[in-house]
């Protein structure tokens, strides 16, 4: 595999232009290293520094084993013990296969921070619910998105754009910002120390023998000045907090819904930055954000608030399992219920194979899975995915369109999984909101560089970047300055 350090030489305008379709499609929840840590010729588990992979307990001795743990914070005895080191998921002992579910690591914001620990990457595991899973990791050659990251370029040096989760990385790709919740009640606010990190109550054990306890039960869902950085629900449907009884259907309740009689959960308020979306529709560029079962959870969001959600975060087998915190689209002002540009911008996922068939895909294309599609750990497993996008990029391979397309396939966020590599911290390169750890990036497509590896600085924002490049659009101010525009990979 060719690899290289850097974006110095980049394609002109003409060769640019060549690229008339720009297609994002954006899998779920997990880290570089946890699939493409063995690829040949990539900056991959090989390369860790014993700091790296030995993880601390909270107060910074090592811990004695990796132990997982289960949905009550203590020892799951279905997984077994392991040395303080990275280990296989799908090898013994551990012989998870990849169809089988495996937990999920937290993927919080203040959580990621703590687990980066300036680089080091040595308290992912404390600061997980499931303890020392987070160190597990696939051998990646069994994937088809293997054989397609040999075949053009993988990125081994792309960032997930802000720290934590889902929720707030889905902003960043269209926004390059965290949204504003000015009227967050208290109990949503993060409570952190006199250093910035969330408080930990005093009962909460050693990482050798239970999961961490926040004094924050939702690990900051909003930070103390009133940015939504953990998942917060969309104002309107499809949305995790239905309908007021009395109210419009297609918003969710702006009091919220109380959970397990607890504090209700509140919608995120429209937001109002301009987005992605604004600035390619200013240039009269036509784009469309598609997403697996989004009528369906439509038709779901929008019945009578007290008939039980059958599409909407559900995990039975016939439900797509929507999850609509990623739909940043949705929680926008301009792209509300009755507005031109939500019909005309807001599609399903059936759409989008009916487009690439067709050769009509719009010049900017965003596809998000419907969960059970995503690779997502807890609710989907690894294949199932895996198989849906590579056949995804097969259909794309046929398209009409295909000789002047770039397709990324990019992942929202690490999902609490460990990773080796320090995200950038030097200005122009990060900011308050990140970047978060490494993730997994291909680029494919008939300009892209073929059997290559790219180690440009990249984060989600670079897919902003690219796109304000390739159609003259007014830039974003949150994407970083310094941030390559993924042109490093095309020919």
């Given at each position: 595999?060719?690899?290289?350090?850097?974006?110095?030489?980049?394609?002109?305008?003409?060769?640019?232009?060549?690229?008339?379709?720009?297609?994002?499609?954006?899998?779920?929840?997990?880290?570089?290293?946890?699939?493409?840590?063995?690829?040949?010729?990539?900056?991959?588990?090989?390369?860790?520094?014993?700091?790296?992979?030995?993880?601390?307990?909270?107060?910074?001795?090592?811990?004695?084993?990796?132990?997982?743990?289960?949905?009550?914070?203590?020892?799951?005895?279905?997984?077994?013990?392991?040395?303080?080191?990275?280990?296989?998921?799908?090898?013994?002992?551990?012989?998870?296969?990849?169809?089988?579910?495996?937990?999920?690591?937290?993927?919080?914001?203040?959580?990621?921070?703590?687990?980066?620990?300036?680089?080091?990457?040595?308290?992912?595991?404390a600061m997980s619910a499931v303890g020392g899973w987070v160190m597990g990791y696939y051998d990646g050659s069994q994937f088809r998105m293997w054989q397609w990251a040999r075949d053009y370029t993988l990125a081994d040096n792309f960032y997930m754009g802000a720290?934590?989760?889902?929720?707030?990385?889905?902003?960043?790709?269209?926004?390059?910002?965290?949204?504003?919740?000015?009227?967050?009640?208290?109990?949503?606010?993060?409570?952190?120390?006199?250093?910035?990190?969330?408080?930990?109550?005093?009962?909460?054990?050693?990482?050798?023998?239970?999961?961490?306890?926040?004094?924050?039960?939702?690990?900051?869902?909003?930070?103390?000045?009133?940015?939504?950085?953990?998942?917060?629900?969309?104002?309107?449907?499809?949305?995790?907090?239905?309908?007021?009884?009395?109210?419009?259907?297609?918003?969710?309740?702006?009091?919220?819904?109380?959970?397990?009689?607890?504090?209700?959960?509140?919608?995120?308020?429209?937001?109002?930055?301009?987005?992605?979306?604004?600035?390619?529709?200013?240039?009269?560029?036509?784009?469309?954000?598609?997403?697996?079962?989004?009528?369906?959870?439509?038709?779901?969001?929008?019945?009578?608030?007290?008939?039980?959600?059958?599409?909407?975060?559900?995990?039975?087998?016939?439900?797509?399992?929507?999850?609509?915190?990623?739909?940043?689209?949705?929680?926008?002002?301009?792209?509300?219920?009755?507005?031109?540009?939500?019909?005309?911008?807001?599609?399903?996922?059936?759409?989008?194979?009916?487009?690439?068939?067709?050769?009509?895909?719009?010049?900017?294309?965003?596809?998000?899975?419907?969960?059970?599609?995503?690779?997502?750990?807890?609710?989907?497993?690894?294949?199932?995915?895996?198989?849906?996008?590579?056949?995804?990029?097969?259909?794309?391979?046929?398209?009409?369109?295909?000789?002047?397309?770039?397709?990324?396939?990019?992942?929202?966020?690490?999902?609490?999984?460990?990773?080796?590599?320090?995200?950038?911290?030097?200005?122009?390169?990060?900011?308050?909101?990140?970047?978060?750890?490494?993730?997994?990036?291909?680029?494919?497509?008939?300009?892209?560089?073929?059997?290559?590896?790219?180690?440009?600085?990249?984060?989600?924002?670079?897919?902003?970047?690219?796109?304000?490049?390739?159609?003259?659009?007014?830039?974003?101010?949150?994407?970083?300055?310094?941030?390559?525009?993924?042109?490093?990979?095309?020919?």
């Open positions: 595999m060719a690899a290289c350090a850097s974006s110095s030489t980049k394609p002109d305008a003409a060769s640019l232009d060549r690229i008339q379709n720009v297609v994002v499609i954006y899998a779920e929840n997990h880290s570089f290293d946890n699939i493409y840590g063995l690829f040949p010729g990539a900056n991959g588990i090989a390369n860790a520094t014993a700091e790296q992979k030995l993880q601390l307990d909270h107060d910074g001795t090592p811990l004695k084993e990796l132990v997982t743990f289960g949905a009550d914070g203590k020892p799951d005895d279905r997984y077994p013990r392991m040395p303080n080191a990275p280990f296989r998921i799908d090898a013994s002992p551990v012989n998870r296969a990849t169809n089988q579910i495996v937990p999920s690591p937290t993927h919080l914001f203040y959580n990621n921070q703590e687990q980066i620990n300036g680089g080091k990457n040595n308290r992912f595991a720290f934590g989760g889902s929720f707030l990385n889905h902003q960043y790709l269209v926004c390059a910002c965290a949204p504003r919740f000015e009227n967050a009640p208290s109990y949503m606010r993060a409570q952190l120390d006199a250093s910035g990190k969330l408080q930990k109550k005093p009962t909460s054990p050693s990482a050798n023998a239970g999961a961490v306890q926040l004094v924050s039960g939702n690990g900051g869902q909003v930070t103390p000045d009133g940015y939504a950085v953990n998942t917060t629900q969309p104002p309107y449907q499809p949305s995790g907090v239905v309908p007021a009884a009395s109210g419009p259907l297609e918003m969710a309740n702006p009091n919220g819904v109380a959970r397990n009689g607890g504090n209700p959960e509140l919608p995120l308020p429209p937001q109002a930055t301009k987005t992605i979306g604004d600035a390619l529709s200013a240039k009269s560029i036509d784009w469309a954000w598609y997403a697996g079962g989004y009528q369906r959870a439509l038709a779901d969001g929008t019945q009578d608030p007290t008939v039980p959600r059958k599409v909407i975060y559900t995990k039975s087998a016939d439900s797509p399992n929507f999850q609509p915190h990623h739909q940043p689209f949705n929680y926008f002002a301009n792209y509300a219920p009755g507005t031109e540009a939500r019909a005309r911008h807001l599609r399903d996922g059936e759409d989008f194979l009916k487009a690439i068939d067709a050769g009509q895909l719009p010049p900017v294309a965003f596809y998000k899975p419907a969960g059970v599609n995503t690779q997502h750990p807890s609710y989907t497993d690894m294949i199932t995915g895996d198989r849906h996008i590579a056949d995804l990029l097969d259909r794309l391979k046929s398209s009409p369109q295909w000789k002047s397309m770039l397709v990324i396939v990019t992942y929202d966020e690490n999902g609490g999984y460990w990773d080796h590599a320090a995200p950038p911290a030097a200005p122009g390169l990060s900011d308050r909101w990140g970047p978060g750890t490494r993730i997994p990036t291909l680029l494919i497509g008939p300009m892209v560089k073929k059997g290559y590896v790219d180690s440009t600085s990249y984060d989600t924002g670079s897919i902003l970047k690219l796109l304000t490049r390739r159609f003259g659009l007014e830039p974003l101010p949150g994407v970083r300055e310094k941030v390559g525009d993924l042109t490093g990979a095309l020919q």
